[in-house]
């Protein structure tokens, strides 16, 4: 097969057979296509999309390109976590020990950072000793230790996904439907839990920018999943504004502290508690039930007490004083006085990632120190020259005034008091219905 007709077909508009994207996946998985044929494949996807079948072939080469670990052979009462990306997303690092506090085990193959999101794995990165690199084996008696395992994928589970995966990052293709359907699913898949909560995020941080695209990635993904015999619901969330204050990996692991030590920022503890009651009730809890008992071990400690369980088991030190610190701030104030009416996610995420949170290149070190602290809301009144953020300094070399003009931008200030979007906004079903009753 000549690919490079391939990629031509796709450029155009085109559909791709089976074997076409087998090629591909195989590809990208074996080394047998070069870098800068994945590479246009994956721009001409990204341009032109892929329809139903060619996706459903993408997630299965994907999948079927390495190990299939099938936890819930093994483990069946385990749940998954995933969220579509935005900017300060901390919910894995909170999410986990409060359902492990309240014996809901937990197991999540996180990834990198991709775009202008820090990636879990990053985030937990910033521990001393975390080990994310896990067997089957190994993930089974984390699983048993601590309540919950979020490791790394192996060289052999959907090695295609990881190539493609650390392309799509530098090659701006990171908002195309079909691929992360393909990425998001084939490691879920291969993961094998039971049940899988989702996240999908909408918003000028997300990679979905409105509620009608959100719900149609949360309606592929969750269909793949059941189609699969595997329990799942999709929560869409909001992603118009950073969700916690926290825009990087030190820090928002500091900011995932607070939460389970009771306190935090409350728009990031709404979320986390909605997802695990979500994940919750696909395990067979009642919703109020739920809700009580996670209340409770945010409270008397417990869900804190399961964290330093979990940073252990993974080989980690707790000890929040361990944490990198910048090695200089700067506060960015607020170039006029009114009300935030609008808040650039995206591009408070990429001065994070560019400053040190992120890569600008694949193989690039992060600075853990680094990143952004978001100070206000849309819908805050706000001053002249009060603190609208602060960026966080790494070792990385950048031009600090660039940076600090880019954050003060990000934030729209006009006379008038706006309300923020609502955070949750349900279900793709709750969604759809509200859709149907506005069109009587």
């Known amino acids: 097969m000549n690919f490079v007709e391939a990629i031509a077909e796709k450029r155009d508009g085109g559909g791709l057979t089976h074997d076409q994207v087998a090629t591909f996946v195989r590809g990208a998985s074996d080394g047998s296509l070069p870098p800068e044929q994945l590479a246009a494949m994956l721009m001409a996807i990204c341009c032109s999309g892929m329809g139903a079948d060619e996706t459903r072939w993408l997630t299965e080469e994907m999948l079927n390109s390495g190990e299939v670990w099938d936890l819930a052979g093994d483990r069946p009462e385990v749940v998954d976590k995933h969220s579509t990306g935005g900017v300060g997303d901390t919910v894995s690092l909170v999410l986990a020990p409060i359902l492990a506090a309240i014996g809901v085990p937990v197991a999540m193959m996180a990834g990198r950072g991709l775009g202008h999101s820090q990636g879990t794995l990053d985030k937990l990165d910033a521990l001393p000793g975390w080990n994310s690199n896990r067997s089957r084996g190994e993930t089974l008696d984390l699983i048993d230790t601590c309540g919950a395992a979020i490791v790394a994928q192996t060289d052999d589970v959907a090695p295609a996904d990881r190539t493609l995966y650390a392309l799509r990052d530098v090659t701006a293709t990171v908002p195309s439907l079909p691929l992360i359907v393909g990425s998001i699913m084939s490691k879920k898949l291969a993961l094998g839990a039971g049940a899988l909560i989702l996240d999908v995020k909408w918003g000028s941080g997300a990679f979905r920018k409105t509620v009608a695209s959100a719900r149609e990635l949360a309606v592929a993904l969750r ?72 209340d409770g071990v945010l409270a008397d400690g417990s869900a804190l007490a399961a964290w330093e369980r979990i940073a252990v088991a993974h080989g980690a030190d707790p000890d929040p004083e361990l944490l990198a610190c910048p090695r200089s ?3 960015v104030f607020a170039s006029a006085e009114g009300f935030v009416t609008a808040c650039d996610g995206e591009d408070l995420g990429r001065v994070a990632a560019e400053v040190g949170a ?39 070399e950048v031009d600090q005034e660039r940076l600090v003009d880019r954050i003060r931008r990000a934030f729209t200030i006009g006379p008038e008091s706006v309300d923020p979007p609502k955070l949750i906004l349900g279900t793709a079903d709750d969604i759809a219905e509200s859709s149907d009753n506005s069109d009587q």
């Open 223 to 294: 269909q793949v999943a059941v189609e699969t015999g595997v329990l799942c619901e999709a929560l869409i969330t909001d992603m118009n504004q950073p969700l916690g204050p926290a825009l990087g990996t030190a820090c928002e692991m500091r900011e995932a502290l607070a939460i389970l030590s009771g306190g935090g920022d409350t728009r990031l503890r709404e979320v986390t508690v909605g997802l695990c009651r979500g994940a919750m009730v696909l395990r067979g809890w009642d919703a109020k039930d739920a809700t009580a008992a996670l």
């Open 358 to 396: 992120g890569r600008r290149r694949v193989d690039e070190e992060l600075a853990h120190g680094a990143g952004v602290l978001v100070h206000v809301r849309i819908g805050d009144r706000i001053e002249i020259d009060q603190p609208v953020a602060t960026l966080l300094v790494g070792q990385r």
């Open 329 to 331: 701030t700067r506060e």
